[in-house]
């Protein structure tokens, strides 16, 4: 049976019992190809919080809602008792992470407990805790739970890839923001001024107007204000056109990044391809790390299959003679 390196650098199946703070991180995080139990772990994790996300829209049915109230009571204290025992046992097995920020006992935990996806499970079941222990009626904090679909981050390479996009155009999509405000405040504040005479009602005010330029900018239009006037027309057209340029400008930016790291990926896996391929011989042990890396990358297996079959490819064309074809003796 194939063993799986802790972070102490000994087979976690001997090192230490399923119980141990080892065994426990390594069945938390994403699950490896050969270790079952974590992948268990992983698809009823991943199964539990759609049911829960499906059981919070089918609550808001009136009649569902009266009907089911036992089940949906059942699925949200197992949802709670779950989701806060994850959390717990992320934060007591993170010192066993690969990140020096997370090993120390106690700053490393704290450190820990601020990362964004820390923050994405509390959220997931703090709105339970809170209702018990406030008076204030916090029913609208049950709309943080389906912050739980943020959790399947953890599981999804696409979610990964995007959120891999977001952090290297962060700069650039900051920046298109800071614009985007700019140009809704001064669409609003200019149809206020063409158009608040001629309706008073629609346009009271310059922050009653910003209803209108985002659904203006956005091209959405809904139709509910306006303008009628001919100056406020003209200005309006002004805006929808900045608007379509406005939304066209940051869908190529990311489209363009999403290109850019799909194909960062694969030429990712090809190296580590070519150079399992060097002796011409792919072991276990490298077979899986390739499936890891794999899946770490969000890779397809029809994609890392073709990338292979080029790899041996080419490697077969530099081990041949260009003349005859012959293959040459390492």
């Known amino acids: 049976m194939a063993t799986i390196q802790s972070s102490t650098g000994l087979p976690a199946t001997k090192a230490a019992g399923i119980f141990s703070r080892a065994r426990i991180f390594?069945?938390?995080?994403?699950?490896?190809?050969?270790?079952?139990?974590?992948?268990?772990?992983?698809?009823?994790?991943?199964?539990?919080?759609?049911?829960?996300?499906?059981?919070?829209?089918?609550?808001?049915?009136?009649?569902?809602?009266?009907?089911?109230?036992?089940?949906?009571?059942?699925?949200?204290?197992?949802?709670?008792?779950?989701?806060?025992?994850?959390?717990?046992?992320?934060?007591?097995?993170?010192?066993?992470?690969?990140?020096?920020?997370?090993?120390?006992?106690?700053?490393?935990?704290?450190?820990?407990?601020?990362?964004?996806m820390a923050l994405v499970d509390v959220l997931a079941f703090a709105p339970f805790y809170l209702s018990m222990f406030f008076i204030v009626d916090l029913r609208f904090l049950r709309i943080l739970r389906l912050l739980r679909l943020l959790k399947l981050a953890r599981y999804s390479p696409v979610l990964s890839i995007l959120a891999a996009i977001v952090r290297a155009e962060k700069a650039s999509i900051c920046t298109t923001l800071f614009f985007l405000m700019m140009v809704l405040i001064f669409a609003a504040t200019g149809i206020y001024y063409f158009e608040h005479k001629a309706q008073p009602v629609a346009f009271a005010h310059i922050p009653a107007a910003m209803w209108w330029a985002v659904a203006t900018i956005t091209t959405v239009g809904y139709g509910d204000v306006t303008p009628i006037t001919p100056l406020g027309k003209v200005f309006a057209a002004m805006v929808s056109i900045v608007g379509v340029s406005m939304i066209a400008v940051p869908a190529g930016l990311m489209a363009s990044r999403?290109?850019?790291?799909?194909?960062?990926?694969?030429?990712?896996?090809?190296?580590?391809?070519?150079?399992?391929?060097?002796?011409?011989?792919?072991?276990?042990?490298?077979?899986?790390?390739?499936?890891?890396?794999?899946?770490?990358?969000?890779?397809?297996?029809?994609?890392?299959?073709?990338?292979?079959?080029?790899?041996?490819?080419?490697?077969?064309?530099?081990?041949?003679?260009?003349?005859?074809?012959?293959?040459?003796?390492?």
């Open 26 to 116: 390594e069945i938390l995080e994403v699950a490896k190809p050969d270790d079952r139990t974590s992948r268990l772990v992983d698809k009823v994790l991943v199964a539990l919080i759609v049911v829960s996300v499906v059981g919070i829209v089918l609550e808001s049915v009136a009649g569902l809602s009266s009907r089911y109230s036992t089940v949906f009571d059942w699925l949200r204290w197992a949802s709670v008792i779950i989701f806060s025992g994850e959390y717990l046992l992320r934060v007591w097995s993170c010192p066993e992470s690969d990140d020096e920020r997370f090993q120390a006992p106690i700053m490393g935990r704290l450190a820990y407990m601020f990362t964004p």
């Open 258 to 330: 999403l290109t850019d790291e799909l194909r960062r990926r694969r030429e990712n896996y090809q190296a580590l391809v070519e150079e399992n391929l060097e002796d011409g011989i792919i072991t276990d042990d490298e077979s899986r790390a390739m499936e890891l890396k794999r899946e770490k990358l969000g890779i397809s297996e029809h994609d890392a299959a073709a990338i292979a079959r080029h790899a041996l490819r080419e490697l077969r064309q530099t081990s041949s003679c260009p003349h005859c074809g012959k293959q040459i003796e390492g």
